[in-house]
């Protein structure tokens, strides 16, 4: 069966430090995958998607940079995180097929302190 | 473009009592329309989805939804609501005749109370 790792689940990290969220999948190929922020527990942010290996699309310009250097493997990160970095960050993937919703995962919680 | 909208931001019902959480939607052409439940700290849920077929769609934990299309809208129900229900809701809507990546758009959220 189809599963989606997101880890760490909460890290509290200093302002100006550097950022690596990592997202893997498992039980599928080739899926399209995407990364959200969701601020103060309502609305969610579409930050990066990418349809395969080294393929990202950026939605919003900000601190933030994506990467996918394996088919099931997606890594958000920073390289000095702002105060308004702080959210809950999620991951989904989504196999192909318009008929198919997203598969999330079970979030980060960051705190830039 | 589509777009959905979640016209409220918290509803409260009594335990037991019907539930329904709004749903509104705007594409060209046939959505494909879904439901997620949030709990706190947690990722989203997928509750129900309508493709095509019968209006009333049937999804998880006694939830179903009413695909109504000359109103674009697609309501999420529940007969009894339990104090367990309570969480962010998000509906999401997905052009049909579009093809991208970016896909699913998802409301704004609303927070179901349910009050013992």
């Known amino acids: 069966s189809q599963t989606i790792h997101q880890w760490p689940a909460t890290l509290v990290q200093p302002v100006g430090s550097p950022l690596s969220l990592e997202c893997t999948v498992e039980?599928?190929?080739?899926?399209?995958l995407y990364w959200y922020r969701q601020a103060a527990g309502r609305g969610l942010q579409l930050l990066f998607y990418?349809?395969?290996?080294?393929?990202i699309s950026s939605e919003v310009p900000q601190n933030l940079s994506a990467s996918r250097p394996q088919d099931r493997q997606f890594i958000l990160s920073s390289k000095k995180l702002l105060l308004s970095d702080s959210g809950f960050y999620l991951c989904?993937?989504?196999?192909?097929?318009?008929?198919?919703?997203?598969?999330f995962g079970s979030g980060t919680r960051l705190t830039v302190v | 473009a589509q777009s959905v909208a979640q016209p409220e931001d918290q509803v409260n019902v009594a335990e037991g009592n019907p539930l329904t959480v709004k749903c509104t939607y705007s594409?060209?052409?046939?959505?494909?329309l879904f439901w997620y439940v949030q709990y706190p700290n947690r990722g989203l849920q997928f509750l129900l989805k309508?493709?095509?077929?019968?209006?009333l769609v049937k999804g998880s934990y006694g939830f179903e939804a009413e695909f109504n299309k000359s109103q674009t809208s697609f309501h999420l129900k529940k007969p009894s609501a339990l104090v367990s229900d309570s969480a962010l809701y998000f509906c999401?809507?997905?052009?049909?005749?579009?093809?991208?990546?970016?896909?699913?758009?998802f409301g704004s959220g609303t927070q179901l109370t349910v009050l013992p």
């Open positions: 989904a993937w989504r196999i192909g097929g318009g008929k198919y919703g997203y598969t």
């Open positions: 039980g599928t190929s080739n899926p399209n």
């Open positions: 990418s349809v395969g290996i080294g393929q």
């Open positions: 594409v060209s052409g046939n959505p494909y």
């Open positions: 309508y493709i095509t077929g019968d209006n």
């Open positions: 999401a809507v997905r052009d049909s005749g579009v093809r991208s990546a970016r896909q699913l758009t």
